[in-house]
């Protein structure tokens, strides 16, 4: 019997074992926090300790993708074990499986939802799984025969070796989590990992305007269609005035973006990069315009929550970096109060700052990056104020808002110095702006 380490028992590692173990893998598995975890009764596997964990002849050793590649013990277990990501496992595990992958550094999200809401809307059924939803094997255990739309993270995709996405999405490359990845060079690569294993049978879809994809265009070796707001694609889909054209053979309006229900330039684009995969796929252009005209946004992501006495407010908070929430920034052109800091993952923010000093009416700050963005404010003269907490933020966008303002929670940082992911910060956000609404009727 073969046997596997699972290192790290978060979403990605049960899933890992449940599969392994229904399999008939001799599962072996290790966490620095925890040894036995709820969901995992009635599942056949091993805890190990730190002492032992290298004395076993393990196949591979499948690591939660928030362990990163400077981790004490990846580096022990690295000297003899095979280090990938259940991404990579999924891939080794049903070959077969059709998936279409979405990388970038922002929107994937949104077009994953995209994509597998158009497929399910056009009659298939398809399911988002990898950085998003329940853990990717375990799917693919309970649903063979779905199509598996997979948002990939920059951390799954440096531990892959084999994997190839049949159709591929590459959004966007700008820096993000050099924390974690060492260097942005680094970052880059494992990114760029989604396309490494294809060939001339794949489709590689990819940001026209993008730099560092366009710098990478002798590297591809799928079939490459491009996207672009800007201007026209060779072939691809493209924005022109309010309208959406896709272009191969011949060239088709698919939509006037008036017809959507989301808003902002970054969201066109995650629709175009959604649309041309599912065109790729075999989805006809009438079923994806069709289903365009019912997406809605995702949660936490320029999220409308509410309006109080004229004032907009929106939830970004999975606006984690500066590109994210400068595309959020740039959706409104009514003054923003924006709630802003988090996590410190020693990016460069002056972009954040300067987008927002356009119609920005105050920052709002908190977290472990208050003073970077506090300098950052100073030295381009944009209004702020420092504030302890979510319900301290939201009393002060309210205390400074009048009618036509927007309140945004964008906070271009990650949420874990306060939060543990960016879904609770915006569960918190809304829930202080429900009680402000709940006053204010009084």
């Avoid at 393990?58 to 259940?86: A, F, N, Q």
């Avoid at 294809?198 to 079939?223: C, W």
Wanted: hydrophobic letters at 35%.
């Amino acid at each position: 019997m073969k046997k596997i380490l699972v290192y790290g028992l978060g979403v990605t590692g049960i899933s890992s074992v449940k599969t392994l173990a229904k399999m008939g893998y001799e599962v072996y598995t290790y966490d620095k926090n925890k040894t036995k975890v709820e969901q995992l009764e009635g599942y056949d596997y091993s805890p190990i300790s730190d002492l032992k964990i290298d004395s076993i002849a393990y196949e591979c050793v499948v690591k939660s993708p928030g362990i990163p590649p400077h981790d004490d013990m990846v580096l022990r277990l690295e000297k003899k074990y095979e280090i990938i990501s259940d991404i990579e496992l999924s891939f080794r595990l049903f070959p077969k499986a059709k998936i279409i992958g979405i990388t970038g550094t922002n929107g994937k999200t949104s077009t994953t939802s995209m994509i597998s809401h158009i497929l399910n809307e056009s009659g298939y059924k398809a399911i988002s799984v990898g950085n998003i939803g329940e853990g990717i094997l375990w799917q693919m255990y309970e649903n063979p025969d779905s199509i598996f739309v997979c948002e990939l993270s920059s951390f799954q995709l440096h531990d892959t070796k084999t994997y190839k996405p049949h159709i591929g999405v590459l959004t966007n490359i700008t820096e993000d989590h050099i924390d974690w990845h060492g260097s942005f060079d680094d970052y880059i690569a494992s990114k760029l990992n989604i396309s490494k294993n294809q060939d001339n049978k794949d489709f590689l879809i990819i940001n026209q305007e993008d730099p560092i994809l366009a710098s990478h265009m002798d590297s591809y070796k799928a079939n490459v269609y491009k996207f672009s707001s800007m201007r026209e694609v060779d072939r691809g889909i493209f924005l022109k005035d309010t309208s959406i054209y896709l272009k191969d053979k011949k060239l088709n309006k698919l939509i006037d973006v008036n017809e959507l229900l989301v808003i902002g330039k970054h969201n066109y684009e995650n629709v175009m990069a959604a649309s041309l995969a599912c065109y790729l796929f075999g989805v006809g252009i009438d079923d994806i315009s069709k289903a365009l005209k019912t997406f809605k946004s995702i949660e936490h992501r320029l999220e409308y929550v509410t309006s109080v006495d004229g004032v907009k407010v929106y939830n970004d908070s999975k606006g984690t970096n500066v590109d994210s929430s400068v595309k959020a920034i740039e959706s409104f052109n009514n003054p923003i109060i924006i709630i802003a800091g988090g996590y410190n993952k020693h990016i460069d923010y002056t972009a954040y700052v300067k987008a927002f000093k356009k119609n920005g009416k105050l920052m709002v700050i908190m977290g472990a990056t208050s003073d970077i963005l506090i300098n950052l404010c100073q030295k381009y003269g944009v209004s702020y104020t420092k504030v302890a907490n979510m319900q301290e933020a939201v009393d002060v966008s309210f205390e400074n808002a009048v009618e036509n303002d927007v309140i945004l929670l964008s906070p271009a940082s990650a949420s874990w110095d306060m939060y543990k992911n960016f879904e609770l910060r915006g569960e918190d956000f809304k829930s202080k702006v429900k009680e402000h609404e709940i006053r204010k009727s009084k």
